[in-house]
């Protein structure tokens, strides 16, 4: 009776001590290469439903902490290059833009450098709406971007035709340009 109280406690040791073999290699944070993340979720940052408006999918705080790497000469943690959604950007700001007071039609265009906004107005006092839409669409991009707006309804349509053109089309800097000193003529703000 007593070998087998024994082997049973033997045994019974044997298989917690395998299941916990994991556990030690667990920590609070799930490392990947030099940065330590707390909530490694794989989510996206925004997701559209059908007919919803735009929501944040989770109620987590956003955290990421860098180290530097131990490796000497390993520059991996150095590498600043950002990529942003340039049309997930233009997105939100058209949507903020169309929710302030007295805009009613929105076109946002992000380059690489800019933003462009033209939007429609019945307000009484274009410099406080050209300023409110200049203030949100800076809100939205990292501070190098320069942000022009335009309350004039013909340059939508010229805004719109150049959402077809990219970084590299051949003549896409010299319209954009174009375009900027058309709307320049329209209150800027700050």
């Known amino acids: 009776m007593k070998k087998l109280a024994i ?3 033997l045994c019974a040791a044997i298989a917690l001590t395998g299941c916990s073999k994991d556990i030690g290699n667990r920590d609070v944070y799930e490392e990947s290469s030099n940065t330590i993340n707390v909530n490694n979720k794989r989510h996206e940052l925004y997701r559209e439903g059908g007919g919803q408006s735009i ?13 530097k790497s131990p490796v000497m000469n390993d520059h991996t943690a150095n590498e600043t290059r950002i990529a942003l959604d340039r049309e997930q950007l233009a997105h939100i700001i058209s949507k903020y833009s169309v929710n302030l007071p007295n805009v009613h039609d929105a076109a946002a265009l992000v380059t690489d450098q800019e933003v462009l906004v033209a939007y429609t107005t019945d ?3 274009r410099n406080l709406t050209a300023d409110q839409v200049k203030r949100t669409a800076m809100s939205v991009v990292p ?22 053109l990219d970084s590299t089309s051949r003549h896409a800097r010299s319209q954009v340009n174009y ?10 703000r700050k």
């Not at 501070?143 to 959402?163: G, I």
């Open 55 to 67: 929501r944040n999918v989770s109620n987590d705080f956003g955290y990421v902490r860098h180290q």
């Open 179 to 188: 375009l900027i000193n058309k709307m320049k003529k329209s209150p800027q």
């Open 123 to 125: 307000s009484k006092n």
């Open 7 to 9: 082997t049973a406690g």
């Open 143 to 164: 501070r190098y971007f320069r942000v022009y707006v335009t309350d004039d309804k013909t340059l939508m349509q010229d805004v719109e035709n150049l959402a077809s």
